[in-house]
C-alpha cells in the first residue's frame, strides 16, 4: 500500500511538473512574441529618427558651408594691401 501510494504521489508530481512546464513554454513564447514585436518597432523608429537627423545635419553642414564660403569672398573684398602706405608723390613745375 505505501509503495502505491509513494508511486501515485511520484506520479502526480510528474504530471503537475509537466502542466507547469507546458505553461511556462506558453508564457514564454508569448513573452518572445511580445519582444520581438517590441524589437521590431523600436529598431524601425530608430531608422527613422536617423534618417531624420541625417537630413538635418546635413542641412547644418551645408549652412555652415554657405557663411563659411560667404565671409570668405567677404573678407577677400575687404582686405587691405600689407606694408606701409605710398606717399603721393606731387609733381609741380
Known sequence: MAFEQEIAGKLSDIETRTKLLAALRKELAAASANYLNEARSLSKRRYEIARKLEKTVEGEI??????????????????????????????ST
Open 62 to 91: 551645408n549652412d555652415l558651408a554657405m557663411k563659411a564660403s560667404s565671409k570668405s569672398r567677404s573678407l577677400a573684398r575687404t582686405r587691405k594691401p600689407i606694408g606701409r602706405p605710398r606717399a603721393s608723390i606731387a609733381w
